[in-house]
């Protein structure tokens, strides 16, 4: 049966790593990722959980740790933030080019310089094409659902990939919410026990893991694991209609809100989401069509799905939280874009930065965006394509 708490997002992931009793947890703190470390070497000291919490010297040891368990044939993970994830980079590409089933707990904050410790995406984003698999969260209930699910997706035979819970630094990882808790039991069984095929310290089986790779294999090696990315779509939507038959709670690739009709829509990742929800009902009630499609699923990214979910609008709004340094536009833009190119969408479309280093953004900005959306379509022009929301000039 489910029990309501209030917590915050990071107590809310510390649980459910409670309820998972994963092996091994190396952990190194960086705001504001700390807590779930803290909260969960709580769990440890207090005989709630039999695992493995090592306190290392570095993030990169961190991961450097979690990778080893996870090859030796561990359930394995950590938790970082920002330059905590750029201090993994090469451990990143190591796990994911070593088919590892790991996970790391990202609560997203801005990569310096100047240095700020609030959120925005430029850490996760600067990581998406290390082969990872990247889920984000827009509250609390969610960050707490992802990692519930988090393992089950990672683990997959089909996969066996690391995968990134990613939630918004601050925002959701300290504001406290009222979410809906499993039972223990009921997250036990759920995830399972994990059963390794092939890891290091099987005496039946010998393996090297990490060899040195000729320019003959390298190539196909990185084919393969492409390969694995392939079906992550299809596990997640799998495992998910599971999670909802336990929890009553529905995820997929992105959540579509009031886009049934819609002709002007938003596509965002996080916690701004839910501002954009409250923008949406205020114009709704005035009769105006509009809709946004929150992206759950960043990497791999789900370009057919966005593709098909946006064919029916005239102009959408692709909000970034990371700047890309293209001249173009953000990392979100980018991909959406092309995937509407692909699609042959005659939609406009613009992209915009916002939220950087913990910029508010309130409802009155998401109104404005859809403002400025029902004035491309009338203009029948998208006019400057690579735009700012929220910032001085």
Known sequence: MAKRERLSGNEAVAIALRQINPDVFPA????????IPQYFASFVANGQ????????????????????????GARSLTATSSCGLAYMWEELYIAASNRLPLALALVNRALSGPININCDHSDSMG?????????????????????????????HKDVRLPIMIC??????????????LLDDAEVKGFVGEYEPENYLLNPECPMAVGPYSITDF?????????????????????????FAELSGREYGLFESYRMEDAERAVVIIGSAAGTTKDAIDRLREKGEKVGLLKIRLYRP????AIAAELKNVKAVAIMDRAEGYSNNGGPLGADVMAALFRARSQAFAVNYIYGLGGRDVRVEDMIGIYDALAQIIEDGDAGETYRYLGIRE
């Open 28 to 35: 190194f703190p960086i705001t504001p990722s700390t807590e």
């Open 49 to 72: 959980v039999d695992t493995e919490f090592i306190t290392v010297e570095s993030e990169h040891s961190s991961m450097s740790a979690a990778i080893g368990a996870s090859a030796a």
């Open 127 to 155: 990581a998406r094409d290390a082969g990872w698999i990247q889920i984000y969260a827009e509250n609390n209930q969610e960050a707490y659902d992802n990692m519930v699910q988090a393992f089950r997706i990672s683990e």
């Open 167 to 180: 939630q918004d630094g601050f925002i959701t990882s300290h504001a406290v919410e009222n979410i809906e």
């Open 218 to 242: 390298y190539f196909e090696a990185k084919r393969a694991q492409a390969e694995g990315t392939k079906n992550v779509e299809k596990v997640i939507l799998d495992i998910a209609k599971e």
């Open 301 to 304: 990214f789900p370009a057919e």
